[in-house]
């Protein structure tokens, strides 16, 4: 990376970096050095939640990650028995937030920005023909995007299935896929994603909209503001209507 840099400012974790010669599989990621715990007990749940600028493309985007193993966790994600839930906001202008319940490899080679994993998709995107919806009465998720507007993520983790609450309100909740085992120790981690902008991400280098401030001051670069970082272990799980919104398969 020619550029990167984080620190604190005004109670937030800021991060800038680029990806050299854009063409590479550029992330950058911040793992706790305490461990959180997946209780054996279906019905406790490891609480984690986190705030974000959400604003993304299919080439940048944030990603909250619950993984079996320790730091770095793209090296655990090489370990063919690892477990890893990957959340994330990508895509865009109106991005989709899903996760990705990692078992091991993905076709062969471990989870990189170009090898993603079959998704459970919580929140769909908000423009073109792919329908927009999160639970109502929560408004679009473009309301929940902006340069300078923190969105939360909490997420409820049992060893059966993970829940997803947006700025507070229920988005989605999946069993896991068969394979997939979470339990005990994990690593919490906040990351960011941008990779081979200079060439592909065409909405933000190559045309003034609908990214205008990305177009004029971030084609090369990408930065975050991250804060609300935190967990707890043995929650009790989160109030949630089966009815209307069941719990239904990966």
């Not at 400012?9 to 800038?16: F, I, N, S």
């Not at 079959?118 to 999160?134: A, K, L």
């Not at 009465?137 to 059966?160: E, W």
């Not at 503001?225 to 209307?244: E, L, N």
Request: charged share 20%; hydrophobic share 35%.
């Amino acid at each position: 990376m020619q550029v990167f840099t984080y620190g604190y400012l005004l109670g937030q974790l800021w991060e800038a970096f680029d990806d050299t010669g854009s063409d590479v599989t550029g992330k950058v990621r911040f793992t706790a050095r305490q461990m959180a715990n997946v209780d054996a007990d279906p019905n406790k749940y490891l609480h984690a939640t986190m705030s974000v600028d959400i604003v993304s493309t299919d080439r940048r985007y944030p990603q909250f990650i619950i993984s079996d193993q320790p730091a770095p966790v793209q090296e655990g994600l090489s370990n063919e028995s690892s477990n890893t839930l990957l959340f994330q906001a990508i895509q865009g202008p109106g991005p989709r937030i899903e996760v990705q319940a990692i078992h091991g490899l993905v076709a062969g080679h471990a989870w990189d920005v170009n090898n993603q994993a079959p998704s459970h998709v919580f929140v769909h995107q908000g423009f073109g023909d792919t329908p927009d919806y999160v639970v109502a009465p929560d408004p679009s998720i473009d309301a929940h995007s902006g340069m300078d507007r923190m969105t939360r993520f909490d997420v409820y983790v049992s060893t059966d299935r993970a829940y997803f609450f947006l700025d507070g309100a229920p988005a989605g909740c999946t069993k896991y896929p068969s394979g997939f085992a979470l339990s005990g120790q994990v690593s919490v981690t906040v990351g960011d994603v941008l990779y081979h902008e200079g060439a592909a991400d065409e909405l933000v280098c190559y045309h003034q909209k609908p990214f205008p401030f990305l177009h004029e001051h971030q084609c090369a670069q990408t930065k975050r503001h991250f804060d609300d970082i935190g967990w707890k272990s043995g929650a009790a799980p989160p109030a949630w209507d089966d009815v209307r919104f069941p719990c239904g398969a990966y």
